[in-house]
């Protein structure tokens, strides 16, 4: 009978709990944060170490951008076509990145990114938390810290790489034709959709070894916002080279030193993608969400998904960001845009009032820098 009883009261107790809204256990951490699970606890030691020490106070500068562009690289290491032909693909976002980094970040793709993955690595050893982890971590964070940028998911538990990503060609260069960027992405479990979706990371983005003569230009404070200039710019006629010329997976620029990839420029002209690109110029409220979903994906490729213990809650909240309207730059009219999707009429987007600008910063990936409101 007193089972019966306890069975009887059961469903009374969880109602009440959905009532309070405690629906798990929740763990205390040692700063006095609760979270749903204990191991989510090292994440807020992490993240104050990072954002003071590694990400100069929370700001969205050229280590933020790399950081980004590490969570894809340490990713797309993983090709379901290597395991049919009962080959290692790779581990996709295990960390290999730093765990067999003598071998990776000698890839030549990787060039660049050698930098930000010694500096993340110590922090991860510090608070013994696997790179796999660090790196996608550390990648959520940057976004955060990127005005426009989302509040990714962030899922912990990330085991060690067993093995180095099979080799450079998982890497897409920007070289490369759309048909093979996008066999390379459909290999790893990504659609054309994601790519595009996930290319919104080149508006926050530098270059530096495509192009090497031209001269790096260190953060100049000018913010740097994950909206829809990238899509746009990258659909202008481009009119010249911002170096000395040519390099290869260099495009021709519209902009008075803005630097564009042949990559970019082709996904946003190709049929298959090209609609998908101008719809963003269309829906620029549409970018973040888009690109936070598909950011998401590639965070758990090669990995079990159900596995992983959901640790979002450390990610502090974006402040508040009012999408800017996609522009033209000063100077250029909608004649200038190559638009590419045959169904739908490019959006009637306005140019900026002044001369033409130039760009501060020529290591920008095809980005013009204007003043933001300030609010
Ligand atoms: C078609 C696929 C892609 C190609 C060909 C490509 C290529 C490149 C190249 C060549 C650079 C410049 C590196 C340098 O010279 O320093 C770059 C930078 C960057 N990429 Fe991509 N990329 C691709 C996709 C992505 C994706 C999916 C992400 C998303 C996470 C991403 C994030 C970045 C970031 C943040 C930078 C700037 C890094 C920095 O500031 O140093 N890229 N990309
Ligand atoms: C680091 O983490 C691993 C895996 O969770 C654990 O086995 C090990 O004891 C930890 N090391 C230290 C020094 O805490
Ligand atoms: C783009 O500019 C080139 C010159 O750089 C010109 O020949 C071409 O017609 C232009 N294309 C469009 C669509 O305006």
């Known amino acids: 009978m007193a089972r019966n009883a306890l069975f009887r009261l059961l ?46 106070g929370g700001i969205c500068d050229e280590v933020a951008s790399d950081a980004i562009r590490l969570t894809f690289h340490d990713a797309i290491g993983y090709s379901s076509s290597l395991f049919e032909q009962g080959l290692f693909g790779g581990g996709g976002a295990d960390g290999s990145m730093m765990y067999f980094a003598a071998l990776e970040l000698n890839y030549p793709r990787n060039a660049g990114i050698q930098t930000i993955a010694t500096v993340e690595r110590p922090f991860a050893e510090l608070y013994n938390v696997t790179f796999g982890d660090m790196i996608q971590f550390s990648g959520a964070v940057a976004l955060r810290n990127c005005p426009g940028g989302p509040r990714l998911r962030f899922l912990a538990g990330r085991p060690p790489a067993i093995a180095a990503a099979p080799n450079n060609g998982l890497l897409p260069g920007p070289e490369e034709t759309v048909d093979v960027l996008l066999s390379r992405m459909a290999d790893a479990g990504l659609s054309p959709s994601d790519l595009i ?31 829809a200039q990238f899509f746009v710019e990258t659909l202008l006629n481009g009119t010249d080279w911002p170096g000395d010329g040519e390099h290869i997976g260099e495009a ?18 190709d049929p298959r993608t090209a609609c998908h690109w101008q719809s963003l110029i269309s829906h620029p409220e549409s970018i973040a969400p888009k690109f936070k979903r598909a950011m998401e994906k590639l965070a758990v490729i090669g990995q079990d998904a159900n596995s992983l213990v959901d640790c979002s809650e450390v990610i ?35 140019a900026d009032p002044g001369p033409s600008t130039a760009v501060p910063s020529p290591t920008h990936i095809e980005n013009d820098r204007l003043p933001v409101q300030s609010k």
């Open 316 to 350: 502090p909240e974006p402040e508040a960001f009012e999408v800017p309207l996609p522009h033209l730059p000063a100077g250029k009219s909608l004649e200038d845009i190559e638009a590419s999707c045959p169904d739908v009429e490019f959006p009637h987007i306005t």
């Open 197 to 227: 979706d996930l290319l919104a990371s080149h508006s926050v983005a530098f270059q530096e070894k495509v192009d090497p003569s031209i001269p790096f230009t260190p953060f100049d404070s000018t913010p740097t916002i994950l909206d």
């Open 252 to 269: 021709k620029s519209p902009l008075d030193g803005e630097f564009r990839l042949l990559a970019d420029h082709r996904l946003a002209r």
């Open 11 to 56: 469903p009374l107790l969880s109602f009440s709990t959905i009532i309070s809204g405690i629906v798990t256990p929740r763990a205390t951490c040692s700063n006095g944060k609760t979270v749903s699970s204990a191991e989510c606890c090292v994440w807020f030691d992490v993240l104050e170490d990072i954002q003071a020490h590694m990400y100069n």
